[in-house]
């Protein structure tokens, strides 16, 4: 599954994880963390190999200083 989300660039941002749900519980998804890139915001895609299309997904924002937040509303598929 194809997911997709934008990002205001602001500078604190190192980078993103993705969780679905698995069982009740959410797992992240990703091997390795997506990086943050530069620049005025920033259209994302990473591609899920391994879900069926009727996955929820959430986003973890991972922030330069080490602190990590859950974005408020589900990914785009």
Do not use: C
Not at 3 to 13: I, Y
Not at 40 to 50: A, F, K, P, S
Request: net charge positive.
């Amino acid at each position: 599954m194809l997911l997709r989300w934008k990002a205001q660039a602001d500078g604190t941002t190192f980078g993103y994880n993705v969780f679905r749900r698995v069982a009740g519980h959410r797992v992240r998804v990703n091997g390795s963390l997506i990086p943050s890139a530069d620049g005025r915001g920033h259209v994302y895609r990473w591609l899920d190999r391994t879900s069926n299309h009727k996955a929820q997904y959430w986003l973890q924002v991972v922030r330069s200083d080490g602190t990590r937040s859950w974005r408020a509303e589900t990914i785009a598929v």
